[in-house]
């Protein structure tokens, strides 16, 4: 099992439509989390940052976490066609192996206008 | 402020050569830190470098190995290549080495092909 799972992809909505992306982790050390988003041919960019259990909003973006399910969560209102990208979770712990990221696989998301 | 900065952007090599990735990172960082992103999967961690001094290191065999200069620039060489190494090679650097709570900046990458 890997440590991050994410949901399979591709994602594909009409504009305005709400968005959910989720990923569960098996590792309980984590205790931050985030949400990178990558365009075509570039590297990833943070979105969201959230650290132990809680909401957090910014904007269109919501991020979720669970940790008592290991589960977390982004959501995106109102989607726009500019919102089309990769989503990427990532999480990390603050002892040991405290120096990386440990990211799920990615959702590429394509919003129709 | 200048972003992180990798070269070259595109690199094609054959089995069994080496390979030297270089990256130039953000103006007042002094952590950079490797990742290897394989065609659909998420950015693997392969190691990290805080103030010229390894900190940190993935699953990844030691023909991956790198080095970090004074001005906090740093490169990552792998010898021996393989066919697996294809992938896109990206740095990130940060003000702190502990990257929980803090941004890491990307550069745009480095694409592999191994052939």
């Known amino acids: 099992q890997k440590e991050v799972e994410q949901d399979p992809g591709p994602l594909s909505v009409p504009e305005g439509a709400i968005v959910s992306l989720n990923c569960t982790y098996s590792?309980?050390?984590?205790?931050?989390f985030m949400w990178y988003r990558q365009y075509s041919r570039k590297g990833p960019e943070l979105l969201m940052y959230t650290y132990s259990s809680g909401n957090k909003e910014d904007g269109r973006f919501t991020a979720q976490v669970d940790k008592s399910s290991k589960y977390i969560s982004l959501f995106i209102r109102d989607s726009q066609p500019s919102d089309s990208a990769t989503y990427l979770c990532a999480m990390s712990s603050s002892t040991g192996a405290n120096s990386k990221l440990t990211f799920g696989k990615g959702i590429t998301l394509s919003v129709r206008p | 402020e200048t972003g992180v900065t990798q070269s070259p952007t595109h690199l094609i090599k054959t089995r069994g050569q080496q390979v030297t990735l270089r990256c130039s990172s953000q103006?007042?960082?002094?952590?950079v830190s490797w990742y290897q992103q394989a065609l659909g999967q998420g950015p693997q961690f392969i190691f990290q470098y805080y103030r010229e001094e390894e900190n940190g290191r993935g699953n990844f065999p030691p023909r991956f190995s790198g080095l970090q200069f004074p001005n906090y620039s740093s490169e990552l060489n792998v010898n021996a290549l393989e066919l697996d190494d294809s992938a896109l090679y990206l740095c990130a650097s940060s003000h702190k080495k502990v990257v929980g709570n803090e941004k890491l900046f990307f550069g745009s990458g480095t694409q592999l092909s191994v052939l």
């Open positions: 103006s007042g960082h002094n952590t």
């Open positions: 590792n309980s050390a984590f205790q931050y």
